[in-house]
């Protein structure tokens, strides 16, 4: 072991990770190597064996984890890249946030204690119509917090065509359980009538619960029941009406081809009590979940103790307000998710023109073409509505295949997460951001080498 740590190179290694992690790494593969010796491997037991196999751990130990990366999918909210990328006025609020004291809880006015939801209050009333609102960590926690805060140990119906998972395991009947609230399903998977809402209400009915069925559409013989009617039945019986609104958009996109997702104020106006959406998926801010709607509820949940355990961080909320102030005075544009959701076929097809013309200069022997590609949403939002846009095709004959292309740019230091069809690598542009086409010109420049 001194021998190995005094070898030439180890002092790198000292500098970025510590010498007792170096130490232990060493002593890792010094028993992984023992192991294997006596298991009767042909292994010449040497320093230079031993650091051979320490190097890669070493070196993959001292590289970041959480690496930006190049969204060349074409898909905006991309769950598994981070969701929205954030407009710099939200990262500017962000920096100034962490990097300093603030209000987060404290009343200027009054020189006392105050509430962390108050910066975004007013912003989210403005923004969807609601009485009141208040934000936590994500939708996850938004629908779990209202089912527990106001429908514990009672029923919540709820149609059986919106009995959805979604990506990572949030399954409305687990959340349901682990609310405590009761779960009580009606209708059918693809049809559901007022008729059967009126069935499934007792005496231990606390709610009726609507959910967007996010990531898939049902078509064919299917039904569902107005926000309008059930408003008017719930009121009727005496019961809340919620509703889970998921990806939650601010803005009405059909002038964009985007129609049939309801904005956040159209739920209100038709009569829901509180509805919950996410920030980062549509909105085009931080990861959080959102509740808005009538005052009297809303102070309940206020009050929860779940809540504590709910709560957001002043980094996302500076840049949740940031991002609602956008929208409050109108420069939607400036947020990079609605930016790539608008942007024009035609304006796609330039930012295409411009990245072939380059890829062209590092890879002048391949056959690089543009092509049409379908874009999408994501986030659970518009699944059938593709976003008609362009890419950059390179084939993969050179690598092998399109895949092993693929793999080599996810291995770079600017990884570049790209598409594929049939045999070609295909690089969407709708999701490229300022200084990512020179970071695929890098990333390709070093694999061309390996082709
Ligand atoms: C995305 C989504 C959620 C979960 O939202 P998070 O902000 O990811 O926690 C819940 N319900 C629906 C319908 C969704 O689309």
């Not at 049939?422 to 010109?441: K, M, Q």
Request: glycine share 10%.
């Amino acid at each position: 072991m001194d021998g190995l740590l005094q070898s030439p190179g180890a002092e790198r290694y000292f500098s970025l990770l510590g010498r007792t992690t170096v130490k232990d790494i060493l002593s890792e593969v010094l028993s992984d190597l023992r192991r294997d010796l006596l298991n009767g491997a042909e292994i010449s037991p040497t320093a230079e064996t031993v650091l051979e196999r320490a190097l890669p751990v070493l070196e993959k130990r001292c590289r970041r984890s959480l690496l930006s990366v190049v969204n060349a999918t074409g898909v905006v909210v991309h769950t598994n890249l981070g969701r929205s990328c954030l407009a710099p006025e939200a990262v500017q609020a962000v920096a100034e946030a962490a990097s300093g004291y603030s209000t987060l809880e404290f009343d200027l006015d009054g020189g006392k204690r105050g509430h962390r939801s108050d910066h975004v209050e007013w912003l989210l009333c403005r923004a969807t119509g609601a009485e009141a609102g208040i934000v936590v960590n994500n939708n996850a926690g938004a629908v779990l917090l209202m089912l527990a805060a106001l429908c514990a140990e009672r029923e919540v119906v709820v149609s059986r065509g919106e009995l959805v998972e979604i990506g990572g395991s949030f399954r409305i009947p687990d959340i349901m359980a682990f609310s405590g609230a009761h779960l009580r399903e009606v209708g059918a998977t693809n049809r559901t009538h007022r008729a059967d809402y009126e069935g499934g209400i007792g005496e231990e009915t606390a709610a009726l619960l609507k959910v967007h069925p996010s990531n898939f559409r049902m078509e064919g013989f299917t039904s569902s029941v107005p926000r309008e009617d059930l408003a008017a039945l719930a009121r009727e019986r005496g019961i809340l009406f919620l509703e889970d609104l998921g990806s939650g958009t601010l803005l009405d996109l059909s002038p964009l081809g985007l129609r049939g997702e309801p904005t956040v104020a159209d739920c209100i106006r038709e009569g829901v009590d509180l509805v919950t959406f996410s920030g980062d998926k549509m909105l085009g801010g931080p990861q959080i979940g959102a509740i808005v709607g009538k005052k009297a509820l809303v102070d309940r949940l206020r009050t929860y103790p779940l809540l504590r355990a709910l709560r957001v961080d002043k980094m996302t909320l500076a840049a949740f307000e940031a991002t609602l102030r956008l929208y409050l005075s109108g420069r939607t544009e400036e947020i990079p998710t609605l930016a790539m959701i608008s942007a024009s076929k035609e304006a796609l097809r330039k930012k295409a023109e411009m990245l072939a013309e380059k890829l062209k200069k590092i890879l002048p022997e391949e056959k690089i073409t543009l092509v049409e590609v379908d874009d999408a949403v994501g986030g659970g939002a518009f699944p059938a509505t593709p976003l008609p846009g362009w890419g950059v095709a390179i084939p993969g004959e050179r690598w092998g295949s399109a895949g092993n292309l693929l793999a080599l740019l996810r291995g770079q230091e600017n990884p570049v997460i790209a598409g594929a069809r049939e045999n070609e690598a295909i690089f969407h542009v709708r999701t490229l951001l300022g200084g990512d086409e020179e970071r695929i010109c890098r990333s390709l420049r070093a694999v061309s080498e390996k082709g």
